[in-house]
């Protein structure tokens, strides 16, 4: 199958997917799209070893499931509150550092002797420099909370109109952010950054845009599902 169209389904599956688990979150509790929350963001960080092209343009493995991230934000932040989309982040800081450890652990952890070129093809996958997860720490924290500040912030001049802007307007601020500190952490003195920086940033913007019909279809689905948790809703 060519690479471009399994891409595009695989968004469509992975927004549909999140666009399921809120309808779920609604009903059950919003701890069903933190948990997506934190396995899309340590996963993201993970993929994002790999650089990868889009036609012309080049970009970290990582940019659909960290992109679909912001979407999990705004929807906590539309249909609960600031306080759970940053208790959202966190928790997805922490299931990254875990994972990050956990990598790091199994690599030095000597292997069987009967499998050392799978070891080694492991460690080689899976070994990312301390340089990478340092920037990719820092720039989750700044774009993250940043898309959550921006968000909200938008949301009180607008009330309940203009979802779409709120959505696009946050993420699109917020992921430059993040595809500009990161790449210049990661990757500046390696190779040229900018090209980087405008590949990654113009794919998250599309992304973004991609997005809306599906957080208007979460947004519209929740708002009748009775919800069952328990757990406050804004």
Request: hydrophobic residues 55%; proline residues 3%.
């Amino acid at each position: 199958m060519n690479i471009y169209i399994l891409v595009t389904i695989w968004t469509i599956a992975t927004l549909a997917f999140a666009t399921g688990t809120a309808l779920l979150a609604k009903r059950y509790g919003v701890h069903w799209l933190i948990g997506l929350f934190a396995v899309s963001a340590s996963l993201a960080g993970i993929l994002s070893n790999k650089m990868v092209i889009f036609g012309p343009l080049t970009l970290p493995g990582g940019v659909l499931l960290f992109s679909m991230t912001f979407f999990i934000t705004d929807i906590i932040s539309e249909k609960w509150n600031k306080t759970l989309a940053q208790q959202a982040v966190f928790v997805g800081l922490i299931s990254s550092i875990l994972i990050t450890i956990a990598i790091y652990i199994v690599i030095m952890w000597p292997g069987a002797p009967f499998a050392v070129e799978q070891s080694e093809i492991f460690a080689q996958a899976l070994g990312m420099t301390p340089r990478i997860v340092l920037a990719g720490l820092v720039t989750y924290l700044i774009s993250q909370n940043v898309d959550v500040f921006l968000f909200h912030t938008i949301k009180s001049k607008t009330g309940t109109k203009h979802l779409w802007l709120r959505n696009n307007g946050s993420t699109i601020i917020s992921q430059l952010l993040d595809t500009s500190i990161f790449t210049a952490l990661a990757f500046y003195g390696i190779f040229p950054i900018f090209p980087v920086i405008i590949s990654s940033w113009l794919v998250k913007v599309l992304i973004a845009a991609f997005d809306t019909p599906f957080i208007y279809i979460a947004s519209s689905a929740m708002d009748k599902i009775k919800n069952v948790s328990g757990t406050h809703q804004s």
